[in-house]
């Protein structure tokens, strides 16, 4: 090999490893570092019209969820769990809405996904959103502790049962699809989604 081909492969070498230290940070099994994430999850705040302030707001909101509830944190107002998700409402809002989607949350309408059980912190649908879809028991948001609404759309006839926090039966909802914008979450510590 002559001495410029030498050079060339170890020049394009070191740039290819300067390239990989540069380039964002990534594990084996593909995901991305936390900083990374959370880098990703700012500018969506941004793109949705968030200013610094209001975009550490919704981080510090996520953050305190998923440190009582779980989760892992997948758009900057989205959590999500093997059994769903919870949206929260940007700073200024009333409405929880997925982000990228065109279109905002209605303000007389769920936004419920189809085949889910969906809870809300506020009354009229408003405030963070937790869907349910598998049926098994689901631990309720532990802030939930008065207010709200819930609607079952789940397929048609389907009901939706809340239980205590000793999984003691409470009632059901009516067979899907239902909803009411004026519920109770004080005393309820389960929902099963079936």
């Known amino acids: ?69 779980g989760g892992k944190q ?37 936004t419920c996904t189809y085949k889910a059980l969906c809870g809300y912190s506020g009354t009229g649908y408003t405030g963070a959103e937790r869907e349910w879809f598998s049926c098994d028991f689901h631990k309720k948001p532990s802030g939930w502790t008065s207010g709200g609404s819930w609607y079952n759309n789940q397929t048609k006839g389907r009901v939706g049962n809340w239980y205590d926090g000793n999984k003691k039966w409470l009632g059901s909802t009516p067979p899907a699809p239902y909803g009411t914008k004026h519920g109770q979450w004080r005393g309820v510590g389960y929902v099963k989604p079936c």
């Open 1 to 69: 090999m002559k001495m410029g081909n030498r050079l060339s492969v170890a020049t394009g070498s070191a740039l290819l490893l300067a390239a990989v230290i540069a380039s964002p940070a990534a594990f084996a099994d593909g995901t991305a570092s936390a900083d990374t994430s959370r880098s990703a999850f700012r500018a969506q705040a941004a793109e949705a019209g968030l200013t610094a302030t209001e975009a550490t707001a919704l981080q510090k909101a996520v953050d305190a969820a998923i440190a009582t509830d």
């Open 74 to 110: 997948t758009a900057a107002n989205e959590i999500r769990y093997p059994d769903g998700r919870l949206l929260l409402p940007l700073p200024g809002e009333k409405y929880a809405r997925e982000l990228g989607k065109s279109g905002s949350a209605s303000l007389a309408a769920h």
